[in-house]
């Protein structure tokens, strides 16, 4: 069976909850502890839904202790990750590249969601469609996040660039949870909105779709999150990594055979961490936008990382050859 982990966006009054200690998940220890970091956002759904479902309790080895994180945004999660505070858990692909290429201990062990990127204009911008968008300001959830690289590869190849590299639209960044705010001031024109923001921005705000998730760059082959680990948990506990890519193989299976299950699950786990209760007719229009699955490409990583070099988030030309391992997915 296969699982994956919901990441939306960040979410407003999302802080870094920090674990109770340290794991000792690679000390060989009789009791084992392993921290699990995850966004409470969409696209990290398999993790709140294995979190809720006991998954990884009963597929880590006996006596096993099992605590969760949560992050408001990757670079925190990539830190706690690096400073060996959590063992893994669910990240967009952007931060663990760029990591990555900075010397960071990262290794993709599986899949999680794809798709619920999409790109919204704001009522009364004027704007009603891609040709419309130069010169306008935008905004992403974080310089170089997975979305801000899927809307400037397509916004490049339809010859439009940010200010950031030259060009005529401004970017700004924000928590999508606060899009909607943002609109309203009338200083934001474009948001490059995770679900379930898009969703949101559409019911409350009247915005307009301007690009579908299937639409935009590696929007469709690309997961919008990704399953990580250390290659240290790797070498030192194989069984525990195991462990948790089954658990997140479960988790993903449970999501396809339990959609409704899993929605109540989301709704109530996001809104124990932030206090903000979505809609269910918001979940609903934001889970038809992705899907979820275990599947990883090393050649998709390879390609997204490139786009990340040509727009100059990242210095170098990566090279992701060794990034992903998928030696545990069933």
């Given amino acids: 069976m296969k699982k994956y982990g919901l990441l ?53 080895p006996e006596g096993t202790n099992v605590e969760y994180v949560t992050f408001a945004d990757g670079a925190d999660f990539m830190t706690a990750l690096k400073t060996g505070d959590i063992d893994g858990g669910l990240v967009g692909p952007g931060p663990a590249m760029n990591n990555y290429t900075n010397g960071a201990d990262v290794r993709m062990i ?15 911008s004027g704007i009603e469609s891609f040709e419309d968008l130069d ?22 190849e339809n010859d439009v660039t940010s200010n950031r590299i030259g060009g005529d639209m401004i970017h700004q960044t924000g928590n999508p949870a606060q899009y909607e705010a943002m609109f309203a001031t009338g200083k934001i024109d474009v948001a490059v909105a995770p679900e379930p923001w898009a969703s949101v921005l559409a019911q409350n705000t009247g915005a307009k779709v ?11 082959t690309l997961p919008a999150s990704v399953l990580v680990t250390s290659s240290e948990l790797i070498d030192a506990d194989p069984e525990v990594v195991q462990g948790i890519v089954d658990a997140h193989e479960e988790a993903t299976a449970y999501i ?49 990382g ?18 992903t391992d998928t030696q545990f997915l069933n």
């Fill in 256 to 304: 396809a055979d339990n959609p409704e299950e899993s929605k109540e699950i989301v709704i109530s786990t996001i809104d124990d961490i932030t206090g903000q209760k979505l809609e269910k007719s918001v979940i609903d229009g934001a889970w038809s936008n992705m899907f979820f699955s275990t599947d990883i490409d090393g050649a998709e990583i390879q390609a997204f």
């Fill in 110 to 124: 599986a899949g999680g969601a794809s798709g619920g990127t999409v790109v919204m204009a704001r009522q009364g």
């Fill in 8 to 60: 939306l966006a960040t979410l407003a009054a999302t802080g870094f909850l920090s674990a109770c200690g340290a794991s000792n998940a690679a000390q060989g220890d009789a009791e084992k502890t392993v921290v699990l970091g995850y966004f409470p956002n969409l696209d990290h759904a398999t993790a709140m839904v294995a979190k809720d479902q006991a998954f990884y309790e009963s597929n880590l």
């Fill in 210 to 220: 301007i690009i579908e998730p299937d639409e935009i760059s590696f929007g469709t």
């Fill in 135 to 156: 010169g306008k300001t935008f905004i992403t959830p974080r310089v170089g996040c997975t979305h801000d690289v899927q809307f400037e590869t397509y916004m490049k």
């Fill in 306 to 323: 490139d786009a990340s070099f040509d727009l100059k988030f990242l210095k170098e030309q990566p090279d992701f050859a060794e990034l």
